[in-house]
């Protein structure tokens, strides 16, 4: 009979997820600057930063109805 070892499991878990975890977590500022970079010039005018924050919003609510539509399936 095999005995569960779970703080084996546990190490290995972690060996298995640390890699694939640092490699998102240091990605993650390269994406947030591509995203930031396709929003365009931040401008100090009033019509320029209501168009930048049009763009923000609209973007949210794209990606959250993508999630709430793709939880609905």
Known sequence: MMSFN????GMQHI???LPKL?????SSPMVVAKEHASYGEITESKAGQGALLLK????FF???LKNRLEEMI
Do not use: D
Not at 6 to 9: V, W
Not at 22 to 26: D, F
């Open 56 to 59: 923000i919003l609209s973007k």
């Open 22 to 26: 640092k490699s998102r977590i240091n």
């Open 6 to 9: 779970g703080a084996s499991f």
């Open 15 to 17: 060996k298995t997820a």
């Open 62 to 64: 794209e990606v959250y």
